[in-house]
């Protein structure tokens, strides 16, 4: 594009007024609170009014600074101070107590308070960084790099980093330089499927026209992950950053962010985010005064997983139920309104700017060679430091659980990962050491997708498990096409019975041989998916299942109606019970010899007397399959 | 349903001020539903029929969408809304338990609504805070690991009672709120 | 549409315009392929019925006809063990969701499922599967036909028809899931709907679902 000089020119310009503006942040001390959904949730909220009241109080000069996710999310409400002369600390379980403390120590006094830090963030003499943890050891942050650092509704922080610097520069050249790194870079879709970038922004080049849309797929519908709402929530610029750098690639002038409603942080912050775009001449027309037109708009989804299919979503745009519709066009010649369109996700296009910035060969130098780059994942499930990380690719996946996520917690074993969501399966031991790519995942039956990462232990039953991730797909279906509106209910009807303990021989055969007509047979990959959940579970883990079937046991102690709770005489004392007060049907009663006893009629399996037992006795205990009462009362009372 | 008097000019009101900020267009229709439900909590039949009307397209398809899309309610909510968390990690410990004892106490079903129109149940997809699982989102306030007894104490303290429990005598708590 | 090519069905060549769908290039030369949803007046087919597998020379995985276009030298089988095994299962898990009781049927001379349950052999009964519940409320509302949602296929003939044809829009698609359904606004019963009773979504109907009250089988 013509004007090169004054491209960059305008863009050290916004450069240097943001420096500006954020240098103080450099050189007063700064209190960054984590303030993604994940941290309101735990309570940030009052813990950065704290801050902010505690630092008046006593007169301190000092900023307050909202941040997005830093990934440890276990340790929620978690903040970060910087203050000149110390190394950057983050503080994790804040509460105001702590909050007091902190600022009246180290604010105003010098003491950092070590003992309540979790990690420095700049390598000091004094305090353990990252990189001293097994988890430093692996992250690698490309995606996340900005987020819980940086105020997402402030642009200039985003700029201060060199932000909009990518854009800058592409805009400098032409529009066939960026297309080609982006192919040269061999990025692969981060939306599940690790189709290559380039090659569909190279469709759509192809494709013609003059009328061409971007849209970003956040429409997120995996039921145990978040990365991609806390990327919107942490570091929206970024991925706006990289949905310009593809308009300017393939000619769109014209781009949406499809959000699910459910995320409203995430529609705030990356609406504010536009509106400061805008104003600073970054978004809509003559974009850093060049000729290059591109405004982007948000798109409110409403909830239906389906919809992240990319035709579905297209539809659903247009004002349609969000149907997948059959394939020829691919999108990139007919999507949305019948025009070119480029459909990515989230993280693929936050991956943009970094790949523009550093170079193809820096960005290949990370992960393995036909999955460059990092892998980002929401870890959650039983493991010991849940939260969104981010890996290189080819990383194993016992390195991401046991060295990242610190392993299962509470001497529990492990049993599974269940990876890739509702499309996806659950791997066993045996399986941890694949690492983690496209291609091995979807080796070994289960996918990347767009980025859970669940772990179980030996308390979680696989066959509910494989009949919760059933249960989903079955509701989520749009009910278009026979094999998977009918073929799903089917394989859930059957996993229902065997986890209610009407299981028998045959389901298994029937359930297989569903399980490999639905995914042969389905219309869209939601149908084509659906059954790995099944698949996988039936292949690592076929004992559980005829655990249920032959002998009406859940050896998880889990599928409610294959278990029994009962209160070990031997261990339950007279002198205690909090378990009668906890039950919240009256089922557990006193005996005349002053121990207690649940009533089975009564009793609703909620687990509550469990969990409330003091761990002195731990009196409650579950038995399966339920006909053990019956011998266990004989020998007890 | 028949509506009450003021509630269709509610209505009327509604619909014309949301198709204000949108082109009459099919493409406007999802927008529109999300606006006009925001407005009134819920999708009234009569809301339905006139923006079919203002983008001519056939009412059904309308209803359709509506029926389609887990976000949009044909009911009025409760007073309180009580989303039980359904994500993976908040199943694997127990979600459905804290979903049982709310329809248990609240003596209804999954999306449904009390005949006093204080609470209405629904399950949601993880809400990002799989680390306090299970959750559950109380009018849009975040309730971390959420036993059978902390839905009793939510329950409460929106007033609501809770039958007694048995530790005293064995007949009492029988009698519901 | 207009450049012809020669595409093999079965092992017969046979001359078809080239992007013209498989689907009808083999009924047209009266080579029976398992179809519902499929309607030839209709730009963008549906595929939803996943009914009209075939094989295609050179890909491993069986693939619709109603969406697979035809170009030069493509060559085709209408059977092979996958698509017996694929239109096998859908077959089942479509019946597994219609009431059956062919005897009583208005369509039983004319009804789709039974012409391919005679072509590939199948059988009009549930062999794996247990019956799902049934939509058991029949309108009859309508002066001259009636709607029996127990038989709904699903195939959305009368949909489209209703709507882009007759431009009517009384029928419409509602719900989703398993719980998707051919339903009119507010599931009101037909003749509380604009329907006009034109009588064209009857015709288009596939099986007994949707039947005149006059014109049956058996008059
Ligand atoms: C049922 C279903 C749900 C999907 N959900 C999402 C999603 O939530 N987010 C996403 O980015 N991609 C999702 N996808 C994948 C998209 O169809 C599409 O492949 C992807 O957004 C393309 O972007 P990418 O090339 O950057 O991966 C889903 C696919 C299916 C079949
Ligand atoms: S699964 Fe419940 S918050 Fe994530
Ligand atoms: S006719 Fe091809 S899928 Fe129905």
Known sequence: ?637 | MSLIEGEEELIRNGVAEALLDHDRARESLIPLLLKVQGKLGYLPALAMELIAEALQIPAVDVYGLATFYNRFRLNPPGKHQIQVCMGTACYMVGGDIALDCFERRLEIGEDETTPDREFSLERVACVGCCTMAPVVVVDELVEGHVTPTRVDGILLSFGREIPKSAEKTEQEGENSP | MSKKVTITIDGREIEAHEGEKVLWVALDNSIFIPNLCALKEKEHPSGSCRLCYVQVEGRPEPVTACTLAAKEGLSVQTRSPQVDRLVKSAFELLLSNHRLGCGRCPRRKSCALLKIARERGLKMRLSRLSALELDVEIDESPETFAFDRSRCLLCGRCVWICQEVARVGALGFTNRGITRRVGTFREVSLAQSPCTECGLCVEACPSGALYFKEKSDDK
């Open chain 1, 1 to 637: 594009m013509t004007g090169g000089k004054s491209v960059q020119e305008r863009y050290r310009r916004l450069k240097e007024s943001a420096l500006l503006r954020e240098e103080d942040l450099y050189r007063r001390p700064v209190v960054r609170v984590g303030m993604a959904t994940c941290g309101i949730a735990a309570g940030a909220a009052p813990v950065k009014e704290a801050f902010t009241r505690f630092i008046e109080e006593k007169g301190i000069d000092a900023r307050v600074v909202e941040v997005g996710c830093m990934g440890h999310c276990y340790a929620e409400p978690l903040a970060i101070i910087s203050k000149p002369g110390f190394p950057a600390l983050c503080y994790g379980y804040l509460d105001e107590d702590l909050v007091e403390r902190l600022v009246e120590d180290f604010l105003l006094n010098d003491d950092p308070c070590y003992e309540f830090a979790l990690v420095a963030l700049e390598t000091n003499d004094v305090f353990p960084t990252f990189s001293d943890f097994p988890r430093g050891v692996h992250e690698q942050k490309i995606v996340l790099e900005h987020c819980g650092f940086i105020d997402p509704g402030d642009i200039d922080q985003y700029i201060a980093t060199g932000g909009y610097g990518a854009l800058a520069g592409a805009l400098a050249g032409e529009p066939a330089a960026v297309l080609e790194r982006v192919k040269e870079s061999h990025l692969r879709g981060r939306g599940g499927a690790g189709f290559p970038a380039g090659l569909k922004w190279e469709a759509a080049v192809r494709a013609g026209g003059s009328e061409k849309y971007v849209i970003c797929n956040a429409d997120e519908g995996d039921p145990g992950a978040f990365m991609d709402r806390s990327i919107l929530e942490s570091c929206p610029h970024q991925v706006i950053e990289g949905m310009l750098l593809c308009a300017y690639a393939v000619g769109a002038a014209q781009g949406y962010l499809y959000i699910r409603a459910e995320y409203p942080l995430a529609v705030k912050r990356v609406q504010l985010a536009l509106e400061q775009a805008r104003e600073k001449g970054l978004l809509g027309t003559a974009i850093l005064g060049t000729p290059f037109n591109c405004d982007l708009e948000i798109f409110m989804g409403s909830g239906a997983f389906v919809c992240g299919e990319s035709s579905a979503l297209v539809r659903s745009m247009e004002g349609l139920m969000g149907i997948p519709a059959t394939r020829p066009p691919r999108l990139a010649e007919s999507g949305f309104r019948g025009r070119p369109t480029v459909l990515n996700n989230v993280k693929t296009f936050a991956y943009i700017p970094p790949i523009i910035n550093r170079g193809v060969d820096w960005f290949r130098s990370i992960g393995t060679a036909e999955n460059p780059g990092t892998a980002v994942f929401s870890l959650v499930g039983k493991v010991s430091h849940t939260g969104l990380v981010e890996v290189p690719m080819g990383t194993t996946l016992r390195e991401l659980i046991e060295d990242v996520g610190e392993g299962v917690p509470n001497d529990k074993a492990f049993k599974a990962a269940q990876i890739g969501g509702p499309s996806g399966g659950c791997l066993p031991e045996a399986s941890l050491d694949i690492p983690i790519d496209f291609d091995s995942l979807q080796e070994a039956g289960a996918i990347m997708g767009s980025g859970g990462l669940v772990v179980l232990d030996e308390d979680d039953c696989m066959v509910a498990i494989a009949r919760y991730f059933l249960e989903f797909t079955q509701q989520e279906s749009c009910g278009k096409c026979t094999f998977c509106r009918l073929g799903t209910k089917h394989m859930l009807d059957i996993l229902t019975a065997i986890t209610e303990g009407r299981g028998e021989p045959e389901h298994l055969e029937i359930l297989a041989q569903l399980a490999g007509d639905v995914k042969e047979g389905s219309l869209c990959n939601l149908g084509k998916t659906a059954p790995n959940p099944i698949l996988t579970t039936l292949r690592y883990f076929r004992e559980e299942y005829e655990a249920h079937i032959k002998e009406k046991r859940c050896p998880a102690l889990m599928c409610k109606d294959l278990i029994v709770y009962y209160i070990e005489p031997s261990l339950c004392s007279k002198l205690c019970s909090v378990c009668v007060g906890s039950c919240p049907t009256e089922a557990i009663y006193t005996r005349t010899d002053g121990l207690k006893a649940i009533d089975q009629d009564k009793c609703t399996k909620c687990d509550n007397c469990l969990k409330t037992c003091p761990p002195d006795y731990n009196a409650v205990i579950k038995l399966s399959p339920p006909e053990l009462l019956a011998e266990k009362e004989g020998k007890g009372s």
